[in-house]
């Protein structure tokens, strides 16, 4: 008798075993907005520019819903809708779990476009381990399948250009035309991807599509729109700092100054302060959405990937007028002409003025999200938290996008015309993006 009671309880055991080893691996959408949690903390470290960020966000996330789009009606493949995408490779194991593949493909590229591979594969290997656990089956099936879409991601993404405009000619500074852009205080810095127009864009058609009218006409007379704008700038900030810190046009600067390239003198030494982007600072908005609208694992993925790519083609647009109209920075023009100790609000990032990054990229990133979560989507913006900064709520996201693009005005950092026709031009790519790409089913 007590031979087959103990018996019966080895079976129990071995029985509850097997079922708990059978048992699903469950991915939520927190997991993935984890994982983009961690690409965003490993760029911040490793200090890429704006573009390049915008390109580090773009492929691991269309890896990752391009799988959650072979196995979900509801979603569209990007082939066919994206330049040069192929499908990709089509599953046959019913082992497979979809969207802890579109994990293991997001990481897997995001580790192939970062400088610090070591801290994305710990993080990935932290992962593995409980995965491998819980359903080695599931988890090996899984995992070969998103190295497979990884792979071919990975091989449509080094035909962007992105590697030929590594070694292309610096941006040569042209001194003698004093409407020309010239590295600005206090590190002075090359200005930073001067051929970003060639790399390969989603749905543009080319990266003038959306060339936008051209700045006012320099010109240092104080009757003439140019030098009304330069005024502009220097009055706003000489009235900001009268008034100090606190108030609200500096707090709204500080909040959308995203700069990660803000050097600080101490001494004789001079180091970088490390911050998100403009494109990092939507993609955290992009999570705040699809926390409270409380989307499912893969309407997650959809918000990011179509998101990320309106910030990437945004910024191919932006980047393209940038070094095309090549304007110098009102700092420049200010110090040299009207005020030599005046310094803006925010600090100078090092590339041309004209047209606003930011204001074109919230522009987009503002029109694509309100496509997904609709207009009057309310929300508190605590993506700056991390960074010392309180918190912002928002009616909509165009609201947003408009606060951050004339941001740049109380930030000493650009002229009107610069903000208003940037935030017009980003306004544009994202109808484009809306336009073009047919994802999710209606």
Known sequence: MKSS?????????????????????????????????????????????PPVASRIYAYPNIAAYEIIAQNDPNYQSLSGQIKHLSPIPKNEDPNVNYALAALVAHMDVSKSVIFSEERMEAYRDSLYAVWSKQNPTEFEASKNFGMKVSEHIKKWMDGDSYKETRTMPKFTVITEDPSRWQPTPPAYMDGIEPHWNKIRPFVLDSSAQFKPVPPPAFSMEEDTPFYKELKEVYDTGKHITEIGDESEEVQIAKFWDCNPYVSVTRGHLMFATKKITPGAHWIGITEIACRQAQSDFNETVYAYTKTSIGIFDGFISCWDEKYRSNLIRPETLINQHIDENWKPILQTPPFPEYSSGHSVVSGASATVLTSIFGDNFKFLDDTEVPYGLPMRTFPSFIDASKEAAISRMYGGIHYRAAIENGLQQGFKVGALVNEKLQMKVQ
């Open 5 to 49: 009671g103990k018996f019966l309880v080895v079976m129990m055991v071995f029985i509850l075993a097997s079922c708990q080893k059978d048992q699903p691996i469950s991915i939520s959408s927190v997991d993935y907005q984890n994982e983009v949690d961690k690409v965003t903390e490993i760029m911040v470290h490793d200090i890429f520019s």
